[in-house]
């Protein structure tokens, strides 16, 4: 059983704490700056932004401000669709580097495979996207790259220029939603599976089965999720501006759910709707 210092090792042998903090619709300025830095002191080591919450100077004041060492906190960033291609991704990552005022970045994803401004071309603009990405990691800026919300086409699309494989996807995984075959691919391809919205953007507290397992277990349904994440191999971004809540998310490591209990989650197809088609999203 998993702890919070514990980690999964990427296929290029780089670690990554198990659990991420989420920051996603955390505002810039006070609020993602407080909820950064609570995180960081319930133990917390692992940061994820991105260009697109507008938030990434809030998170490097406060990994700045943490009193932790650089190297003690793992900083994941996403490109955003509007910069797409070669040159456009090079100026992208020079922006949020700025914005974060930190030496490097532990992982940098594409955020989103197909977005529209790209939607005629997007084979083409990841194999430019991703030559910057690789030039970036090779000259030491990211210890690790990686993609979000791509499924296996997109996959094998990037693989026919890429010299570098991607080491995460990170895509909506959470308890009714679990996108099987985007998991499986990944799994042969040794592609980590970073869980975004493990809580189903809130609407899985909701679901009376998973009400029943957390009071079985003495614990919220927050907490069975993230247990849940884990026992499934994923690394979930939970995420929660309210201090009590991020310590909670953190009491995940006292119990484990029996297979009987994880054979009824995965009962819970389409509880909390599904996935965007990212091939179809108007952003």
Known sequence: MKTPSDTFSLHNDVRIPC?????????NGDEAVKAVKQALAAGYRHIDTAAAYGNEESIGIAVRESGLARDD????SKLQNTAHGYDETKAAFEATMSRLK?????????HWPNP????????????????????????GRIRSVGVSNFHPHHLEALAKTANVAPMVNQIRLCPGDTQDTVVEYCRQQDILLEAYSPFGTGSLFDVKEMQDIASQYGKTVAQVAIRWSLQMGFLPLPKSVTESRIRENTAVF????????????ASLDGVVGYSQDPDKTNF
């Open 102 to 110: 930190l030496d490097y970045l532990d992982l940098y994803l594409i």
């Open 19 to 27: 659990i991420g903090f989420g920051t996603w619709q955390a505002s």
């Open 116 to 139: 529209k401004p790209v939607r005629d071309r997007w084979q083409e603009a990841n194999a430019g996207t991703w030559r910057a990405f690789e030039e970036f990691y090779e000259a």
């Open 73 to 76: 906190v793992f900083v994941t």
């Open 254 to 265: 006292d119990f484990a759910l029996s297979a009987k209990d994880m054979e009824k989650i």
